[in-house]
DNA sequence: CGCGAGTTTTAGGTATACCTAATCCTGAGT
DNA sequence: ACTCAGGATTAGGTATACCTAAAACTCGCG
């Protein structure tokens, strides 16, 4: 088991690699080759080509055209790689004056560079957080995660009154927006009315109603409880 | 001129280059290729690949065989990011934890990943210091330096009492012993005695007496001034 | 059941940044 | 002035990680 070698010795590339692959496969789904490269913005080729390597080095589990999944040692790198991205984030906001939409970039360049020690200490000084700032659970530095059970506000019924759990990270300009409306994590929410076909839906936010469109409502992940 | 433009697309290894050329070359004089690849860790032959293409890209100045110096653009790269390497360094000090040993470390990494926002709200919220925790000073955001004359521990005369100015970092073992002794940045010491020929001294630190190597000596630097 | 659209892989190429080995300078000492 | 040791450069090669274009596969639909 040469994990601890390989520990040090992944690439940039490699980590954004696990990173993304973790991220598009819930609970143990295949990630498709195309997926990654859309989610990495490179061509499926390549994509094709890394995740031979991949899958040479023990980090994935590849069928040919059927696509890829984490193994163990996988699974833990992204894990780590996660970890390190939500607890920068998490560092920057509540420290160092940076807001939830321009928060990921930075982190995104930062998680590569940081040591282990690092690391810990931040989540020392921030009393080691669940989640980020937005919303997305903290795996511990043994590995675990609780991913908690969620679902779009897009798809919550009319009348449902949910707390918001996690806003998408990655597009400045939506967070921007969204936070403009008073939603964040741990905010609740009414959903007034909603129209049919995938419509604009009405809520209720501390009082005030906005109308929301459904490209927005599926970036705002909302507690899966019903309850007023 | 293309200099915004190149500003973000420096890579790492143009990056370390600079500062190294920068750190070799005192008020101008000419960095050779083997002082280069011995600081960097390389061979000779790839410094002399890397030097031809940073002078086309006007970042450096090389007469063949005979060394480089920086351009003012190359100059501007290489204390920019002196400025980032040495900000980081106080700001993992001053808040994280970090001793002036193990901060080189992480700092080297560190520069390359942060944003220049970043660099400023590290700056800002450490009160804009002018030297680092090794004492090194730190460039301005506009590139200005100031170099405070000083010379080696090792080349003060005994009977004189001067300002410890500077520790050289890099070596965490030798920065713990030289801390162990009481010496920083700020704290005054006299030269008791000193053996010729390179030999070692005795210094008086806060009333204590420590008997220093000629190596060490070099590695501590004090203002050049000589009153008591 | 076979066609073909869309996805995936392979083939071949580029850029960066290293390396070793071979060659080429330069200048210090006779 | 010449030699030659040591420093510098060039030549040629490797690894990573991308790319485009072409070939190979899969699967739904007729």
Redesign the pocket.
Known sequence: MNAALQHETL????E?YLKAIYRLSPQGRAA????I?QRL?????????????LSEQGLLE?E????VQLTAEGRRAALRMLRRHRLIEAYLVAFLGYTWDTVHEEAERLEHAVSDTLVERLAAVLGNPAVDPHGDPIPTSEGDIAEPASIPLSEVPAGASVEVRQVEEGQPDRLRYIASLGLRPGVRLTVVDRQPFHGPMTIDVAGQTHVIGNELGQVVRCASDKDA
Chains 1, 2 share one sequence.
Do not use: F, I, N
């Open positions: 690439t940039r590339s490699v954004d498709s080759t195309s997926e490269a913005e490179l061509s499926p080729a390549s994509v094709s080509g890394m995740v031979k390597r590849h040919p055209y059927r696509g």
